[in-house]
């Protein structure tokens, strides 16, 4: 997910290594293509053509500047889930009461956006059939991978592009004697570091928007996932096109070229889109739902929290990309109003 409340100086600065990593940090690691098309597919006008101009190794050098920027001070005012949280009025059930013992309402709804995700996809619980090994694409500070690896006993690698939220992320693992079970690398999801068929649980929540090619991030996590494995796949989708339908209307596709500039997300898809890429991939038990009703208090929140004090504060010491972020919360806000944006579960099995 991108945020951004304001990339305060009382954020982590990162190491040495991290200040000095440049634009082709990645690059030289082999982990991103040196050229690469971004595909921008129906954008338009000004703003389109600024994130048409991104080239692929500049919209993930964006990415990676974002969150090394803001995630310590989302992490001050929101924790260590960098994702929507999940709002019903259903009484909260036993592992998300467990999990958040005295938490605030946003953080349990965070812990409940996790076990919704579980169960949706039909995540076993039992000691033989639970998942022993998990991915998780797009970590951030590693909130997921440590909530997976506890409830499941199992070992997770995770993955961002940020270097500083590997280092922070690396730190509150090892704090919370976990350090044994997950690990944290930066590697790029569309070219992942892992083998063929490694993990029986591939997850990535709230990072596929961020992906400039779907079909090849798609392709990535059913090749990662061992037979059997579960992808469960929590993401921004644009509407569904309507029959006849060609491409959304102008001014739609307008406001999320503004969120595309300010957040530094490539062109959109629907959930259709990601069920016709799981489909081809031969991937089994494909399905998709519609959460957006679920996640609205979300981004209120999130406004209320970059208007307080601390919110304003990091805001005033930070620069106009995260100022422009923190903008664009009210276009997402929007975008979910006029039912343009859809906050999509999409989960799928590869065949044994
Ligand atoms: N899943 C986390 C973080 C969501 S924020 C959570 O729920 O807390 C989005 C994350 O996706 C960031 O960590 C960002 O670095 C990561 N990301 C975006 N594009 C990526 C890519 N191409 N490869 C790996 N990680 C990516």
New binding site residues.
Partial sequence: ??TALGASARAWTGSAEVAQRGTTGLQRQGRIPAHGSLRTGRCRGVVAMRVAQRTEPEL?DG??NF?DESSGVWEEVWGE???HGYYDDEVVDDAVAAATNGAPDHRRAQIKMIEKSLAYAGVPDSIDARPKTIV??????G??SRYLARKYKAKVNS????PV?VKRAVDITYKQGLAELVNFQV????KQPFQDGSFDLVWS???GE??PDKKQFMGELARVAAPGGRIILVTWCHRDLLPGEKSLKPDEQELLNKICDAYYLPAWCSPSDYVTLAKDLGLQDIKNEDWSEYVTPFWPAVMKSALSVQGLMGLAKSGWTTVKGALAMTLMIQGYQRGLIKFAAITARKPE
């Fill in positions: 997910m991108a993930y990415i990676a969150y889930h960098m994702h998780d694409v797009g970590c951030g500070i909130g997921s993955i961002t592009l940020s939220q590697a790029n999801a569309l929540m709230e990072s961020h992906m």
